[in-house]
C-alpha cells in the first residue's frame, strides 16, 4: 500500500516525577510509628541498608525543639543522634501531613545497628512516636548471583548481580553478535522459553545484540516488570529459538526498590514499536491516511522527534517529514519539519506548531 500522506499526528507526554501507585513496592516494611503525642502517625520501611521510607508521616508541629532521632539502646533516650530529614538537614521539625519521606541514616550508620527509629523532643527528652527495629531485622540489599549459563558456549560471562526491584548488572558479558535476531529475553516458569519478553539492552534501544568483550552492563526492566515477576533473564534467539545464555533469578528476593518511576500509558493505536525504553511509536491506517501516536518519558529539557523518510524505498532525510515534539510547563508542543538538507542551518521548514495537553 502506498502511503501519500499522514493526516493526523497526536502526541502523548509522559511527565518525570508522577506519583506512584499504592501497590508499588517500596522496601522491607518494619510496622506503623507508635503515636503518643502531637499525631504522629506512618508507615516505616526499609528502602536499603541506610535508608527509610515513611509513608504518609503525621506530625502537627508544635513540639518545641524535635528531630528524628535514632539509637542502640533498648528505649528512645537522650542517648542518640540525630536523624537528617527528608532534604538532608537537622532543623526543628516543621508540620507534616500524609507525606512520605525518606531518611538516611547519617556516618554510614546501618539500619542493623540502631534498635529504634523515632520523633523525639530534646527539650522534653519525650518521644511523641517511634518504632523498634526488630532483633534480626535484615533490610533489604543487592543480591550477587552466578555468572550465566550456557549450554552452547556462545555466552560468557562474571557474576550477575540484582541492584534494586528493576536494575540487573551482568558482569565481563562476552557474545560474539553472530545470531541475527538476539535479545536480552526475560520470562515466567521454570526455564527460558520462546514466549518471553524482550528487555531494553544497557543503551535501552531494542535492537538485535551485537558484540560484547568482557563488557558490564546494566540493564532496566521496562513497564512493570520487576524481578519478582519474572524467573529468570536470558540471551535468547528469536530467529533459531534458541537459549544462548541464561540465569534463574531467585524467589522471594529482598532487594532495594527501583528509583525508576513508571508511568502507565495505554495504547489505542492496534499498531504499536517500542524504538526505545521511553519512547513508542503507534499508528492507524485508515484508506490512505495514517494516524500516529508518538509516546515517550519526557524531562523538561527534552525533546523527541519521529520522521518519514522522503523515499519509498530506504531511509533518506531529504525529503523526509519530521514531527520533534517537547514540553512547555504542562503543554506539549509539536512542530512539523520538511527536510530540505542535511545541515539544519539551511533547513527549508514549512512547520505548523500545535499545542496539545499530555
Known sequence: MEYRRITGIVFSCIIIGCCRSDDTYVGKKIGELN???????GDVYAVDETTFLIKNFMYDGNGGDTFFWAGSRPRPGPQGFIVPNELGRTNILDRYLNKDITLTLPDKKTIPEIKWLAVYDLSRLEAFGDIYIPEGFEPPQKIILNKLSSKTGEVKSGAVTIIDSKTIIIE??????????VHFWVGVGPQPHSKGIKIPDEHGYMTPLGK????TVVLELPGDLTVFTVDWLSLYDIQQEKVLGSIIIPEELNVPPSLVKVIPHE??????????????VSWEVFGDQITME??????????????MSGSQTKPEMIGGDVVVSFMEGYLGNLIDYNMSS?????????HTQTQVKP
Not at 503515636?35 to 502517625?41: F, K
Not at 565481563?172 to 535476531?181: F, K, M, R
Not at 542535511?342 to 514549512?350: A, N, S
Request: glycine content about 8%; aromatic content about 16%; charged content about 20%.
Open 35 to 41: 503515636s503518643y503525642h502531637h499525631q504522629v502517625g
Open 172 to 181: 565481563d558479558l562476552s557474545y560474539d553478535g553472530t545470531g541475527n535476531e
Open 212 to 215: 560484547y568483550r568482557k563488557k
Open 267 to 280: 495504547n489505542s493505536m492496534p499498531n504499536c514499536e517500542q524504538l526505545y525504553k521511553d519512547f513508542q
Open 294 to 307: 508518538l509516546a515517550a518519558q519526557v524531562g523538561e529539557n527534552d525533546y523527541v522527534a519521529f520522521g
Open 342 to 350: 542535511y545541515m539544519p542551518r539551511t533547513l527549508e521548514t514549512y
